[in-house]
């Protein structure tokens, strides 16, 4: 089975640019998570999706970010406009129904210029 | 609310020597709890899960947990470290589907 997908695995823009990042979670899972990673903040949870649906968005740290799951199949991540300081690596995720854990991406590595 | 800690950002052993990471963390209900391992430049894996069955849990790569209710802690061991087990682990917990809360990371280095 293939796991949870990210594209880009890299991405470099400059700033102001928008930036959108995109996720296919593992067939059949109903969660779908958005985290980012720096060496500063470790791994913090942006935005998490069950069913579609925003359940919690209170991890998305201002109004440049927006995050979007039209179908069980696909989310995105859009960042506009990007700034130095979002450069991080974004993780997608996903869970089963009535699953705990969690089953990560390979992450996606943004820098903004 | 759920907090986890992991004591000590770095951890360094020498190759066969005992591994041991520590994690504490702090449920007001009865948690689950999860310890993730990330090898550079790739995503988190599961290593094992606590989910109320057995308290001593085994997991991928001959890691090991034991989850003690008295000490609110799920410590990592695994008895003899190997150099394919340099990576970063992570401890997290939550107490229903969905949200997980995640420890800081401990960096385990491993010396030849």
Partial sequence: DAGVIQSPRHEVTEMGQEVTLRCKPISGHDYLFWYRQTMMRGLELLIYFNNNVPIDDSGMPEDRFSAKMPNASFSTLKIQPSEPRDSAVYFCASSPPRGNEQFFGPGTRLTVL | ?112
């Fill in chain 2, 1 to 112: 609310a759920q907090s986890v800690t992991q004591l000590g950002s770095h951890v360094s052993v020498s190759e066969g020597a005992l591994v041991l990471l520590r994690c504490n963390y702090s449920s007001s209900v009865p948690p689950y709890l999860f310890w993730y391992v990330q090898y550079p430049n790739q995503g988190l894996q599961l290593l094992l899960k606590y989910t109320s069955a057995a308290t001593l849990v085994k997991g991928i790569n001959g890691f090991e947990a034991e989850f003690k209710k008295s000490e609110t802690s799920f410590h990592l061991t695994k008895p003899s470290a190997h150099m394919s087990d340099a990576a970063e682990y992570f401890c997290a917990v939550t107490t229903r589907v969905g949200k997980l809360i995640f420890g800081q990371g401990t960096e385990l280095s491993v010396k030849p």
